[in-house]
């Protein structure tokens, strides 16, 4: 039973335009005193209700919120609903924070407002963290447009609805995230598109249900994480963003999930993670979908599932059917695989038979036919939003649906309409329009004919055709140093209906970096609530470098000018510095080679003798300079027994031959003994502790490593001997290029 209690406020009208003070008794902001600027955080206090007027402007200052303790009633209409944006485009606002304890809404069957905290026909928009944040109370959010910047439910229990918004363009991050609940969360025919993740479940989440939503392109569709008795059903997700590794459906642990009834699809370009559902560490209930995809697997399964059954399952491109990824077992039956050929849907699945490693997929019994789902109608041809079109031509089809029934607005649906028969409308007013379809397949099934099931668009036509009109603040060229600190003087934007509209002005173009001298292009555009655009006007920024006629300084740490053994690996560290206008680039070449500023060459690679490293390097003004340091590589013994080891290792030469070379080597060092007698006076202590002289003889010996000549000679006779039979020609060259320095050194 729902019961309807109707309630009188009295409240107490704000004509003041800024407000920063806290909301403790009831509070109207009217239509007739918008905008209404936010300059500080303010809370409406337990007790106050504060209603925002139909077509009411709320503006914040930078990262300032509004916090609902009481009761917030902003209920705008289709045609004029409220909004809540920033008050400087380039900053964020703190978004409206419902806290624990503000006042629960109550709804109807239909979702109707009834009593309590709502927020209905609003546009939200680009607030620093989520749009809309609820603790632990339960508000309705419905039909809305909610746009970079998401809503988020946290903290113990909410049974907050979310109904018919349109959630979007929240790139790289979430749609909406349901975080540690455990209340009936019903999140019910939102259009949820642009996103990172449409729809996020983290911890808890138990009873959340989330029905006839389309989930469309985003990175991935829906994802849970430890979520628990969540029912996801009747919903549209589909994926076509490309390069991205993405899922319509992410489930990571948790328990008593169900996944009933959706149209499941990924099509983004192949990746080696891509799947349309990825599942791990959970078994939930997926039966009577329609599931299809061209990535690396439509179903990837870590877990021991057991659930998966009726359900028409398809891949498009070439990947798997299924990927399992874990050592469990899994049970896939009765199952429509896209065809009744045994050996095709045995090759589409990826499992134990593949790899040891991973579970055994069990598949059989599978089922002969596609399952028989409700049918769905596709609309096409769809008006722009918002248009100055009076009229509208709407095209109804989709799959196997040959008849349709349709209603406009608030009325009645029409009597049955073959499916090549247009939807043409004509007279519209400004203001919002729904259209609301449901079609009828070849075997006489009706799509069901609900608010949550058929297929819907709304749209806003507004007959206004003048655009309007951006003008710069300033000057149209401005200068700036290198160094000095950026502000743009912005623009205003103003449009005969719609007035000041600077705050929806986008600012494009370059990305001006006052660190960097260039010239930038700095873009303006806007568009009016009819889509009238205004012509583009652009500034350009110049940001001019202080006169700088001082190459950069190179310091080339490494390598130093002395000599380097072949067997050694060589250090390269070469830096520049430009204290005026900066390092434009540095580049360091070895012997005319290009290589890495900071890296390493090995040196057995490089010919004996000298080497050049030359490093280049100029500024952001222009000037350029070198620098050089030579180097000298060289061999003595034990770099030459380095180097054969090495070419040995490489496989240039046979062990035997390798040994031969070795012992060969060794023979060509001779030691030689001299030694030399030294006559020395020396004073020593005698008689009476008196110094006295004496003379003395003292035999010096000297040993000397001699290099023999003639061994070596017979050395490059073994190698010449050796080459090519054992002996490669690459070690042939390294080892007597050793040799012949060695003689000659």
Not at 402 to 418: H, I, M, N, R
Not at 458 to 482: A, H, Q, R, Y
Not at 501 to 525: F, K, M, P, R
Request: proline fraction near 3%; charge should be negative.
């Amino acid at each position: 039973m729902i019961v309807a209690v109707a309630a009188i406020l009295f409240t107490q009208p704000v004509f003041a335009d800024t407000v920063a003070t806290n909301i403790t008794v009831d509070t109207t902001w009217t239509l007739a005193n918008s905008p209404f600027v936010v300059a500080d955080t303010i809370s409406v206090f337990p007790g106050a209700t504060l209603i925002i007027e139909p077509g009411v402007i709320v503006k914040f200052e930078s990262e300032k919120k509004l916090q609902v303790a009481g009761t917030l009633v902003a209920r705008g209409t289709k045609n004029n609903p409220i909004q809540f944006i920033s008050n400087n485009p380039i900053e964020k606002w703190g978004g409206i924070a419902f806290l624990d304890g503000a006042v629960n809404a109550s709804v109807d069957a239909d979702y109707s407002y009834i009593s309590g905290s709502a927020i209905e026909h609003a546009v939200i928009e680009n607030s620093a963290w989520s749009c809309v944040d609820i603790h632990n109370t339960s508000p309705i959010i419905a039909h809305s447009d909610i746009r970079n910047c998401g809503i988020e439910t946290q903290t113990s229990s909410t049974s907050a609805i979310i109904y018919s918004n349109i959630i979007h363009d929240n790139a790289h991050d979430i749609g909406i995230r349901i975080a540690n609940n455990n209340g009936s969360l019903r999140i019910i025919n939102n259009l949820i598109y642009g996103n990172g993740i449409g729809i996020n479940m983290v911890n808890g989440n138990n009873g959340a249900i989330i029905r006839a939503n389309a989930i469309l392109n985003n990175e991935t569709g829906l994802a849970s994480e430890s979520g628990n008795n969540y029912t996801i059903e009747y919903n549209t997700i589909d994926n076509s963003v490309t390069d991205n590794t993405s899922f319509a459906i992410y489930i990571v642990g948790g328990s008593n999930g169900k996944i009933l009834n959706n149209f499941l699809n990924n099509d983004a370009n192949y990746q080696p993670s891509n799947a349309t559902i990825l599942v791990a560490s959970t078994n939930p209930l997926i039966q009577d979908n329609i599931i299809t995809g061209s990535g690396d697997s439509v179903l990837r399964l870590n877990c021991a599932c057991t659930n998966i059954s009726l359900n028409n399952i398809r891949n498009t491109g070439a990947g798997y059917l299924v990927r399992a990824t874990s050592v469990n077992n899994i049970s896939a039956l009765n199952n429509y695989w896209n065809t009744n050929d045994n050996g095709v849907i045995a090759a589409g699945i990826f499992d134990y038979n593949d790899d040891p490693t991973v579970g055994l997929v069990t598949f059989e019994p599978y089922l002969s036919s596609s399952l028989v789902f409700p049918p769905s109608a596709v609309l096409t041809a769809l008006p722009t939003s918002p248009t100055n079109q009076s009229t509208a031509e709407i095209t109804v089809g989709g799959n196997d649906i040959v008849s349709y029934k349709y209603k406009f607005d608030a009325g009645y649906y029409t009597e049955e309409q073959l499916v090549g028969t247009p939807i043409s409308l004509t007279g519209l007013s400004d203001g919002s329009h729904t259209i609301s379809v449901v079609g009828k397949d070849s075997s006489g099934a009706w799509q069901i004919m609900s608010n949550e099931t058929a297929t819907t668009y709304t749209w806003i036509v507004d007959s206004d055709t003048i655009p309007p009109v951006i003008e710069l603040v300033g000057n149209s060229i401005v200068n700036f140093f290198v160094g000095d600190a950026f502000e743009d003087p912005g623009v205003i934007a103003t449009d005969d209906n719609d007035g000041d509209i600077t705050s929806h002005v986008l600012i494009g173009g370059d990305l001006v970096n006052t660190a960097v001298a260039g010239t930038y292009i700095v873009i303006y555009n806007v568009s009016d609530n009819a889509g009238n655009a205004a012509d583009e006007v652009t500034r350009t920024i110049v940001v001019s470098s202080p006169l700088d006629v001082e190459p950069p300084h190179i310091t080339i740490t490494e390598p130093q000018i002395r000599d380097y053994l072949r067997s050694e690996l060589l250090p390269i560290d070469v830096a520049a510095i430009d204290i005026e206008s900066g390092v434009n680039s540095l580049e360091t070449k070895l012997d005319n080679i290009l290589i890495p500023n900071v890296s390493t060459v090995d040196l057995f690679y490089k010919t004996l003798g000298t080497h050049t490293l030359v490093a280049s390097s100029s500024d952001n003004a222009g000037n350029a300079t070198t620098s050089v340091n030579t180097f000298r590589v060289v061999a003595n013994a034990s770099s030459t027994l380095s180097d054969i080891e090495r070419a040995y290792t490489l496989g240039w030469m046979t062990r035997s031959v390798r040994d031969s070379i070795i012992k060969k080597f060794k023979s060509c060092y001779d030691v030689k003994k001299t030694i030399t007698v030294v006559k020395k006076t020396i004073i020593v202590t005698g008689r009476n502790d008196k110094p006295i002289t004496k003379k003395v003889q003292e035999k010096i010996e000297k040993v000397e490593i001699i290099f023999n000549r003639r061994t070596a000679n017979e050395l490059l006779k073994l190698l010449d001997k050796k080459r090519g039979k054992g002996l490669n020609d690459s070690a042939y060259n390294l080892i007597r290029e050793d040799i012949m320095w060695l003689i000659n050194n």
